[in-house]
């Protein structure tokens, strides 16, 4: 009997560790390439100390951008039940959404919303040219965490979805004069993203067939779709039109 238990509290340790390590290999996450200045214009020469969109390359990151390095709630606090990391608390200001992307607004000043399920509500949000809090930076409309815009135009950020298998979603390149910018999008092996110009157009830009795609975009609003990929897909890694 005795020994028995001891079989049975050795791998219940064991089983704990497992799911523990799982949890720390999770967070491990690669280091994402520096903006280029090659085609695309993407952003300039990158400041020095600037964070370059490396999620998680140093100590200080976590609390210089606002991210919460390993949590079990969404980007508004509430509880999720997947463990996730380096999700960036998010806030709502119906006002200064409103200001921005209300019927009233610049109509050259960029807002962004979601179709189908994908949301704000799982995600990481990093500066990329400049060193910024995207948490103040980013003003949802409510907490649906649909709908959302910048408190500055000129901020160039990716969104990263972390419950649609990681791809990214970059915004670089506004022109006040004209309201247009560039988009990068970036798909992984089981992870699709695409940009519509209304919720139920044709996609503008996706990355369906390839991993690394983009285009110079002029609306007020576009739409922003992620889904799982229905199957592991031959995709090219790059169509040259994004960066």
Request: proline residues 6%; contains cysteine.
């Given at each position: 009997?005795?020994?028995?238990?001891?079989?049975?509290?050795?791998?219940?340790?064991?089983?704990?560790?497992?799911?523990?390590?799982?949890?720390?290999?999770?967070?491990?996450?690669?280091?994402?390439?520096?903006?280029?200045?090659?085609?695309?214009?993407?952003?300039g020469?990158?400041?020095?100390?600037?964070?370059g969109?490396a999620?998680?390359?140093?100590?200080?990151?976590?609390?210089?951008?606002?991210?919460?390095?390993f949590t079990?709630a969404?980007?508004?606090?509430?509880?999720?039940?997947?463990t996730?990391?380096?999700?960036?608390?998010?806030?709502?200001?119906?006002?200064?959404?409103?200001?921005?992307?209300?019927?009233?607004?610049?109509?050259?000043?960029?807002?962004?919303?979601?179709?189908?399920?994908?949301t704000?509500?799982?995600?990481?949000?990093?500066?990329?040219t400049?060193?910024?809090?995207?948490?103040?930076?980013?003003?949802?409309?409510?907490?649906q965490?649909?709908?959302f815009?910048l408190?500055?135009?000129?901020?160039e950020?990716?969104?990263?979805?972390?419950?649609?298998?990681?791809?990214?979603?970059?915004?670089?390149?506004?022109?006040?004069?004209?309201?247009?910018?560039?988009?990068?999008?970036?798909g992984t092996?089981?992870g699709?993203?695409?940009?519509?110009?209304?919720?139920?157009?044709?996609?503008?830009?996706?990355?369906?067939?390839?991993?690394?795609?983009?285009?110079?975009?002029?609306?007020?609003?576009?739409?922003?779709?992620?889904?799982?990929?229905?199957?592991?897909?031959?995709?090219?890694e790059?169509d040259?039109?994004?960066?």
């Open positions: 009997m005795i020994l028995f238990f001891k079989v049975v509290m050795s791998y219940s340790a064991k089983m704990l560790l497992t799911m523990a390590l799982v949890s720390f290999v999770h967070c491990i996450v690669e280091e994402e390439p520096a903006p280029s200045t090659g085609r695309g214009g993407g952003g020469e990158e400041e020095e100390g600037s964070p969109g999620r998680g390359s140093s100590t200080g990151s976590s609390s210089m951008f606002g991210y919460v390095p079990n969404d980007t508004l606090g509430h509880y999720y039940p997947s996730y990391c380096d999700i960036t608390p998010l806030k709502v200001d119906s006002k200064e959404f409103d200001k921005r992307c209300g019927p009233a607004s610049d109509p050259k000043w960029p807002c962004f919303s979601h179709n189908g399920e994908s704000m509500q799982m995600v990481t949000v990093e500066p990329w400049s060193p910024l809090n995207m948490s103040d930076e980013i003003v949802l409309k409510d907490d965490a649909m709908e815009t408190r500055n135009a000129t901020d950020f990716t969104i990263e979805y972390a419950t649609a298998r990681y791809p990214k979603f970059r915004f670089y390149g506004y022109e006040p004069t004209t309201g247009c910018y560039k988009i990068h999008l970036s092996e089981h699709r993203i695409h940009v519509t110009l209304t919720e139920d157009g044709d996609a503008e830009i996706d990355t369906k067939n390839v991993r690394e795609t983009g285009k110079r975009l002029c609306s007020k609003w576009i739409y922003i779709g992620t889904r799982w990929r229905d199957t592991i897909t031959t995709m090219a790059d040259g039109r994004g960066i």
